[in-house]
């Protein structure tokens, strides 16, 4: 496939950084020693280095020519509290801790583009190098656009890769429009009054009503939101009681939230609010529902993803990008950048015949290093798509 030349030349370099991100992972915040390396390897390249942002959040600032035109590039540097079961030479140091999104590709993904951009400087304008931490959860890209992120680095667009396993490597996938869900989290506490379990008549037992709200809550989706505009109750949590002969007190359910759309988000809060407090008043119990907003759904801007594919397009071939797909319901946390900037999102396939294929969040799962090239070639195509020199 025709990635760029100059970084199919540093290939094995790419592959040293990402394989090294792997051995030492790093939770959200406190990404310290992966963000060293990055400013230490950006200001070697001669490009300006700003630390500091959401804590251990960096940005680099390359300038070349007159142009007033900018571009923002970003990458993830967190790991996930998970225990990886790879036996390879490059597998994690740290117990229950491991790179499982790949988010130590994506950082050395954007490292390969930026040494290529600082050496050949074929471009006209500002790359804004954006280094975040904390995409699991955290919210980092959420505090770094908080901290001033595009006042301090102004961008005329904001783009961003994440690969996918269940992509071939050598395609792409740039899809306008939402591509990701919201996600919210939702902690029901259920009160009722405690007793002997030999005599629940002068009890209200919170278990037997925290039960009949988990099974009402997933009416919600069936029955109140249209079967074409995907959306997700998963109750996950449910502690209750700790002997066999008492009825307990009260009980705690939590649950995740995914949605595509907005209103359908504001119709889950409201619903299980409603579903939950009305379930325990039927039965003279009281629920109390704090329902959270977490990151909201990824939505790519139309011209921006066309130009993302165009500049795809011209590293794995116009066929290979596609353009129309499902969205998932996962979430991400580039949707804050998205909110505040055009841009796009776009999936890199690292599916190959030997390694790749393995989900993301897997305890096997490692970022196919084949992939780093074409990422880089997508980063560095797109820049000099859109910054041309005059
Ligand atoms: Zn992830
Ligand atoms: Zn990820």
């Not at 790991?79 to 079961?85: K, N, R, S, V």
Request: glycine residues 10%.
């Amino acid at each position: 496939m025709p990635v760029l030349n100059r970084i199919a030349d540093f290939t094995a370099e790419m592959t040293e950084w990402r394989q090294d991100f792997h051995r030492h992972p790093e939770l959200g915040f406190q990404e310290k020693r992966t963000s060293d390396i990055v400013a230490a390897k950006l200001a070697g390249w001669g490009i300006e280095v700003h630390r500091g942002l959401a804590t251990t959040g960096l940005v680099g600032v390359l300038r070349n020519g007159e142009s007033g035109r900018s571009i923002g590039l970003r990458a993830d540097m967190d790991c996930l509290p998970m225990e990886e079961q790879n036996g390879f030479a490059h597998r994690s140091t740290i117990p229950g801790r491991m790179h499982g999104c790949g988010h130590d590709g994506h950082t050395a993904t954007l490292l390969g583009a930026a040494k290529y951009l600082a050496e050949t400087r074929n471009f006209d304008g500002t790359v804004v190098f954006i280094f975040q931490p904390a995409e699991e959860g955290g919210g980092g890209a959420r505090v770094m656009v908080e901290e001033g992120l595009f006042a301090r680095f102004p961008c005329d667009s904001v783009y961003g890769i994440h690969n996918d396993p269940s992509l071939p490597l050598g395609e792409a996938a740039a899809v306008p429009g939402v591509i990701l869900a919201a996600s919210d989290r939702v902690e029901i506490t259920v009160r009722g009054v405690g007793g002997h379990a030999a005599r629940p008549h002068v009890t209200v037992d919170p278990v037997l009503v925290g039960a009949q709200i988990v099974v009402a809550l997933q009416a919600v989706v069936a029955r109140r939101t249209d079967p074409l505009d995907s959306a997700v109750i998963s109750m996950t949590n449910f502690h209750a009681g700790s002997a066999v002969n008492v009825i307990p007190e009260s009980a705690v359910l939590k649950g995740s939230i995914r949605t595509l759309q907005s209103a359908t988000r504001d119709l889950m809060e409201k619903l299980i609010t409603q579903v939950a407090q009305s379930t325990a008043a039927a039965h003279e119990a009281v629920a109390e529902v704090k329902y959270v907003r977490n990151y909201p759904p990824t939505v790519n801007h139309a011209a921006e993803t066309a130009r993302a594919a165009l500049a795809a397009g011209k590293v794995l071939g116009e066929s290979r990008v596609l353009r129309q797909r499902p969205p998932v319901m996962g979430a991400e946390d580039f949707s804050y950048m998205l909110l505040e900037r055009p841009g796009a999102f776009v999936k890199i396939g690292q599916r190959g015949a030997e390694k790749g294929g393995v989900p993301v969040h897997h305890p096997l799962y490692d970022f196919n290093d084949d992939a780093l090239p074409i990422g880089a070639s997508f980063f560095a195509t797109l820049v000099e798509q859109e910054l041309p020199r005059g």
